[in-house]
C-alpha cells in the first residue's frame, strides 16, 4: 500500500516539475555567473535563516545534509512543500524602484526505508536568473544611446538522497541530483544618430549530475542535552554545456542584417563547496544551530567576450563564504500537554554571505540576512504531526557605486508527517 503512495509523490513532484516556473528573481545581479544561487532549505531551516547541516529531526525533511535521513521516524513518510513571495526596493543615485513576485519553491519527501537507512527525494532550485534593466548613455558625437538589458531561466535540481547511521553517533549520507535548465540573456541597444545598430544574445542550456555526501556525529552530553556535529561536501566538475553567443548587426541605410556565431565548448563547471554546522537541542524543547560553508568558485572560469572574440575568462568569479545562525523554541514538547499555544516553534535567526562574482573587477554585493517564523501543528481527528511553517526573511545586498538590494520574503510550507509504515492491530 505505501509504496503506491510513493510512487503517487514522485508524481506530483513531476507534475509540479512540468509547471516550475522559469526564474524566481528579479534581480539585475542575476546577470553575472549562473545566476542567482537559491537557499534550498526546508519549512524548518527556512525560520532559522537556512541552518541545518547538523540538524536531525525525525519529524522534519533537511535536504541540506543527506546525513539527516538517517534520523527519520520509522513510521512516518514526510512530505514537504514549499513557496515564497517577495518584494524587492532597488535603489541606485536616489533612483528606487520596487518589484514583486511570487514562485513555487520545493518539494520534498523522506521515509525510512530499512533499519538505520532514510531515503529522500524532490525538486529543488538552484540558480535563479531573471531581470529586465535600460541604461542610458550621451555621447557628442553619436548622441544618446540606450541599451536594454534581459535575462531569464535558471538551474533546477532533481535529487535522490540516502542516508545512513553506522553506529549510534555517527551518520553518513549522499544526495545525487540531475541539474537541467536554461539561461538566456540579451543586450540590445538603441542608437539615436548613428547608422549601425549591435544586438548580443546569450544561450545555454545545462543537463549535468551533482554530488553532495554528508556526515553528522551526534553526542549525548547528558540526560537532556545532545550536541551535533554535520559536515557537507560538494563535488566541483565541468557542467559539459556550450555557450553559444550571437552578434546582430542591423544597417540602417541597408536594412539588412548580419550575424556573427560564437561557441564556448565546456563553458561553465560547479565548484567544490564545504560545510560545518554545529547544533545543541536542550530538553527537546531548545534548539541552536550555526552553519559555516566556503564554495570555491574562484577557481571557475566563465565565458565572455573580450576583444571581438567570445572565450572562457578567469578571473570573473571568487570564493563565496557564507555564515548563518538560528535558534528553535517550543514552549513545551510534551504530547500529553493539551495547550495548543506551548507546541508552537519560534524561529529566528541571521545570515552572512560573500558574493561569489566580480563586476568590472570590483567585489558583487554583500549580503545580511534576517529571518523570523512559527510552525503551527496541523491538529485534526486522526493527525497532529503535520505542521504549517511560516516564516519572514529580509535580504540586504549592497556593493558600493552599484544597485542596493533590499528584499521582504514570506516562505510558506506545509509538512505531511503520515504514519503510511503503521501495522494497525485488531483485537
Same mark, same amino acid.
Given at each position: 500500500?505505501?509504496?503506491?503512495?510513493?510512487?503517487?509523490?514522485?508524481?506530483?513532484?513531476?507534475?509540479?516539475?512540468?509547471?516550475?516556473?522559469?526564474?524566481?528573481?528579479? #534581480?539585475?545581479?542575476?546577470?553575472?555567473?549562473?545566476?542567482?544561487?537559491?537557499?534550498?532549505?526546508?519549512?524548518?531551516?527556512?525560520? !532559522?535563516?537556512?541552518?541545518?547541516?547538523?540538524?536531525?529531526?525525525?519529524?522534519?525533511?533537511?535536504?541540506?545534509?543527506?546525513?539527516?535521513?538517517?534520523?527519520?521516524?520509522?513510521?512516518?513518510?514526510?512530505?514537504?512543500?514549499?513557496?515564497?513571495?517577495?518584494?524587492?526596493?532597488?535603489?541606485?543615485?536616489?533612483?528606487?524602484?520596487?518589484?514583486?513576485?511570487?514562485?513555487?519553491?520545493?518539494?520534498?519527501?523522506?521515509?525510512?526505508?530499512?533499519? &538505520?537507512?532514510?531515503? *529522500?527525494?524532490?525538486?529543488?532550485?538552484?540558480?535563479?536568473?531573471?531581470?529586465?534593466?535600460?541604461?542610458?548613455?550621451?555621447?557628442?558625437?553619436?548622441?544618446? !544611446?540606450?541599451?536594454?538589458?534581459?535575462? *531569464?531561466?535558471?538551474? +533546477?535540481?532533481?535529487?535522490?538522497?540516502?542516508?545512513?547511521?553506522?553506529?549510534?553517533?555517527? *551518520?553518513?549520507?549522499?544526495?545525487?541530483?540531475?541539474?537541467?535548465?536554461?539561461?538566456?540573456?540579451?543586450?540590445?541597444?538603441?542608437?539615436?544618430?548613428?547608422?549601425? #545598430?549591435?544586438?548580443?544574445?546569450?544561450?545555454?542550456?545545462?543537463?549535468?549530475?551533482?554530488?553532495?555526501?554528508?556526515?553528522?556525529?551526534?553526542?549525548?552530553?547528558?540526560?537532556?542535552?545532545?550536541?551535533?556535529?554535520?559536515?557537507?561536501?560538494?563535488?566541483? +566538475?565541468?557542467?559539459?554545456?556550450?555557450?553559444? !553567443?550571437?552578434?546582430?548587426?542591423?544597417?540602417?541605410?541597408?536594412?539588412?542584417?548580419?550575424?556573427?556565431?560564437?561557441?564556448?565548448?565546456?563553458?561553465?563547471?560547479?565548484?567544490?563547496?564545504?560545510?560545518?554546522?554545529?547544533?545543541?537541542? +536542550?530538553?527537546? &524543547?531548545?534548539?541552536?544551530?550555526?552553519?559555516?560553508?566556503?564554495?570555491?568558485?574562484?577557481?571557475?572560469?566563465?565565458?565572455?567576450?573580450?576583444?571581438?572574440?567570445?572565450?572562457?575568462?578567469?578571473?570573473?568569479?571568487?570564493?563565496?563564504?557564507?555564515?548563518?545562525?538560528?535558534?528553535?523554541?517550543?514552549?513545551?514538547? &510534551?504530547?500529553?500537554?493539551?495547550?495548543?499555544?506551548?507546541?508552537?516553534?519560534?524561529?529566528?535567526?541571521?545570515?552572512?554571505?560573500?558574493?561569489?562574482?566580480?563586476?568590472?573587477?570590483?567585489?558583487?554585493?554583500?549580503?545580511?540576512?534576517?529571518?523570523?517564523?512559527?510552525?503551527?501543528?496541523?491538529?485534526?481527528?486522526?493527525?497532529?504531526? *503535520?505542521?504549517?511553517?511560516?516564516?519572514?526573511?529580509?535580504? +540586504?545586498?549592497?556593493?558600493?557605486?552599484?544597485?542596493?538590494?533590499?528584499?521582504?520574503?514570506?516562505?510558506?510550507?506545509?509538512?505531511?508527517?503520515?504514519?503510511?509504515?503503521?501495522?494497525?492491530?485488531?483485537?
Amino acid at each position: 500500500m505505501y509504496y503506491n503512495r510513493i510512487i503517487g509523490c514522485l508524481l506530483l513532484a513531476a507534475t509540479i516539475n512540468g509547471a516550475w516556473a522559469q526564474g524566481g528573481t528579479k #534581480s539585475p545581479y542575476s546577470q553575472f555567473g549562473l545566476g542567482v544561487l537559491s537557499d534550498y532549505s526546508q519549512g524548518m531551516s527556512r525560520g !532559522m535563516n537556512g541552518v541545518g547541516y547538523a540538524l536531525q529531526c525525525g519529524n522534519q525533511v533537511n535536504t541540506l545534509n543527506p546525513a539527516s535521513y538517517a534520523g527519520v521516524d520509522s513510521l512516518t513518510m514526510l512530505f514537504d512543500m514549499g513557496l515564497s513571495g517577495q518584494t524587492t526596493n532597488f535603489k541606485e543615485g536616489g533612483v528606487s524602484r520596487n518589484a514583486s513576485m511570487a514562485a513555487f519553491e520545493y518539494v520534498a519527501a523522506s521515509f525510512r526505508a530499512w533499519k &538505520n537507512v532514510g531515503v *529522500s527525494f524532490g525538486v529543488l532550485p538552484f540558480t535563479n536568473v531573471g531581470y529586465d534593466y535600460k541604461t542610458t548613455s550621451h555621447n557628442g558625437t553619436t548622441g544618446s !544611446m540606450s541599451e536594454q538589458y534581459t535575462g *531569464s531561466g535558471g538551474i +533546477h535540481q532533481v535529487f535522490l538522497g540516502v542516508g545512513v547511521r553506522l553506529a549510534k553517533p555517527l *551518520s553518513v549520507g549522499v544526495n545525487a541530483a540531475y541539474l537541467w535548465g536554461s539561461i538566456d540573456r540579451s543586450a540590445v541597444p538603441t542608437v539615436s544618430s548613428a547608422s549601425n #545598430s549591435l544586438t548580443k544574445k546569450y544561450a545555454t542550456s545545462i543537463s549535468s549530475y551533482k554530488l553532495d555526501f554528508g556526515l553528522q556525529w551526534e553526542q549525548r552530553l547528558n540526560r537532556r542535552d545532545i550536541l551535533t556535529i554535520g559536515a557537507v561536501v560538494g563535488l566541483g +566538475h565541468q557542467l559539459k554545456n556550450d555557450a553559444e !553567443m550571437r552578434i546582430m548587426r542591423l544597417n540602417s541605410s541597408s536594412s539588412k542584417t548580419d550575424t556573427a556565431l560564437f561557441v564556448v565548448n565546456d563553458a561553465s563547471a560547479l565548484p567544490m563547496s564545504y560545510g560545518l554546522g554545529l547544533a545543541y537541542k +536542550h530538553a527537546e &524543547n531548545l534548539t541552536v544551530a550555526a552553519d559555516f560553508s566556503l564554495a570555491k568558485w574562484g577557481g571557475v572560469d566563465v565565458p565572455g567576450y573580450v576583444d571581438g572574440s567570445y572565450k572562457k575568462l578567469s578571473g570573473q568569479l571568487k570564493d563565496r563564504q557564507k555564515v548563518a545562525l538560528g535558534v528553535d523554541w517550543v514552549p513545551d514538547p &510534551n504530547p500529553a500537554n493539551r495547550n495548543y499555544l506551548d507546541h508552537i516553534h519560534y524561529r529566528f535567526g541571521v545570515g552572512y554571505a560573500s558574493p561569489y562574482y566580480y563586476i568590472n573587477g570590483q567585489e558583487g554585493p554583500k549580503e545580511l540576512s534576517a529571518s523570523i517564523g512559527v510552525a503551527l501543528p496541523i491538529i485534526n481527528g486522526y493527525n497532529s504531526r *503535520s505542521v504549517l511553517n511560516i516564516s519572514g526573511q529580509w535580504l +540586504h545586498s549592497k556593493a558600493d557605486g552599484f544597485i542596493t538590494e533590499n528584499t521582504f520574503r514570506i516562505n510558506i510550507g506545509i509538512t505531511f508527517n503520515e504514519r503510511w509504515f503503521m501495522k494497525w492491530k485488531v483485537d
